[in-house]
């Protein structure tokens, strides 16, 4: 509890009414989780999470009837002004509740080095010594990040923890940080663009994007608006700079001109300016179906004999494949059981290109070969993260000599037969003793 109380010591509350100036109508509260240290002190100690409730100023109006939760006891509710609206966009309709992270910080004015001119230069700006906190919110579809300010703290220390009061203020941000496409995929060779936008007051900034998989990261691209420079970028991306629009709000968003399977992990825009800094994370997927071909076609066996049946997948990523099989009647499609025809299958393991794609395959082999047989349909099924559905690819068996010759084999036969004979009664030298001369003079 002595914990706590430092904790929200330090922290602007709602302590009851608003500012004077008449802010902005109230959005629905919504359901947050404060996080901060436990024993310790503020500042230190293991870390803590504590319900809380996050009302915003700013962006739509709210619902008639909001579904505000009924059982939730907060231990602290923040009324965040939100000039931009980027916050409220995350809470609206369906009014969803999105996911809310609260947390305390303190402003890193530290700016990158090859962004010298956002540099402080001895002088704080204003308000830089009251509280801080980060406020992250997401839905599936879009992602903020915003830096919030408030009032400085009490110049007097609470005189016990267990009495914590602290003026009424209204948290704003200062910077927001959002996306359109927290969670995107894409096809091999195909471009992709990971929308990032932030909305701040008129001034220079800094701009980086960092791609991180398996625990190795790297910059891709950095961006200094004072000098309009772009100190450095990676071979095949390229930034989308759009022009600040009425509000502050600015695109940076970033293209990578061909996906390959190395851009899949997560991608970390970052944006800099003079009084701190904020970040939003996105998760790229590279989704390739894979190619799938049944070998060997056409599938014509004689009786007695065995065939084996062959189903290759290629090209593929993710990993996760699965091949299955299925028998099926020729004539009307009824699915049959497999293990009457079946002696053995066997599937081999994950096979990778230079690419970066995998390959797979997938056989069966049949019992000897009888004119029941004939007809039967053999599917070979894949299933993929790429694939909206199942990948059917069928193969037809035919057993030599198990159906006889239909009505166009017996016609095509005849007017075969028709003609040989023709040629032959054309061709064939005249009878021993015959007069020559009549055929001469024709």
């Known amino acids: 509890m002595a914990a706590l109380g430092l904790l929200l010591a330090g922290l602007c509350m709602l302590g009851g009414g608003a500012a004077d100036e008449g802010p902005p109508p109230l959005l629905p509260p919504l359901p947050c989780t404060l996080l901060g240290a436990g024993g310790g002190g503020a500042l230190g100690g293991a870390l803590s999470s504590r319900p809380a409730l996050l009302r915003l100023r700013g962006g739509p109006e709210p619902p008639p009837t909001p579904d505000t939760p009924q059982d939730l006891d907060p231990d602290v509710t923040f009324d965040v002004t939100d000039p931009w609206g980027a916050l409220a966009k995350a809470w609206g309709p369906p009014w969803t509740p999105p996911s809310c992270e609260l947390s305390p910080t303190a402003p890193v004015l530290a700016p990158p080095p090859w962004a010298p001119a956002l540099a402080p230069a001895g002088r704080s700006p204003p308000g830089l010594g009251g509280p801080w906190w980060v406020a992250a919110l997401g839905t599936p579809g ?109 695109e940076v968003t970033l293209r990578l001109e061909a996906l390959a399977v190395a851009h899949q992990g997560a991608y970390v825009c970052a944006v800099f300016l003079p009084h701190g800094q904020a970040q939003q994370l996105l998760r790229v997927r590279v989704l390739e179906p894979p190619r799938v071909t049944l070998h060997p076609a056409p599938l014509v066996v004689a009786p007695g004999l065995v065939a084996e049946l062959r189903c290759e997948t290629s090209g593929y990523f993710p990993l996760d494949v699965e091949v299955r099989w299925q028998r099926r009647a020729g004539d009307s499609g009824t699915k049959l059981p497999l293990g009457e025809a079946v002696t053995e299958t066997w599937t081999s393991g994950h096979r990778r290109a230079s690419d ?11 019992v000897p070969a009888r004119p029941r047989h004939h007809g039967d349909v053999y599917v070979c099924v894949v299933t993929h993260a790429a694939l909206a559905a199942p990948l059917r690819v069928r193969l037809r068996l035919e057993v030599a000599g198990a159906a006889g010759p239909g009505a166009g084999d017996a016609v095509g036969l005849c007017l075969v037969a028709f003609v040989l004979c023709g040629l032959w009664r054309w061709l064939r030298p005249p009878p021993p003793g015959l007069d020559q001369e009549p055929k001469k003079a024709q």
């Open 356 to 366: 970066g794609t995998f390959s797979r395959s997938g056989g069966l082999r049949l």
């Open 142 to 250: 879009y992602g903020v990040t915003a830096l919030l300010r408030g009032q400085p703290r009490p110049a007097t220390p609470t005189p016990t923890p267990t009495a914590v009061t602290a003026p009424p203020c209204l948290p704003a941000a200062t910077l927001s940080l959002f996306t359109l496409t927290p969670e995107l995929g894409g096809s091999l060779g195909v471009p992709l663009e990971l929308h990032c936008a932030f909305a701040a007051p008129p001034g220079p900034f800094a701009l980086e994007w960092r791609h991180q998989h398996r625990g190795a990261g790297r910059r891709l691209l950095a961006y200094d608006s004072a000098t309009a420079r772009v100190p450095a970028a990676a071979p095949g991306v390229r930034l989308l700079l759009g022009t600040a629009a009425e509000g502050g709000v600015r």
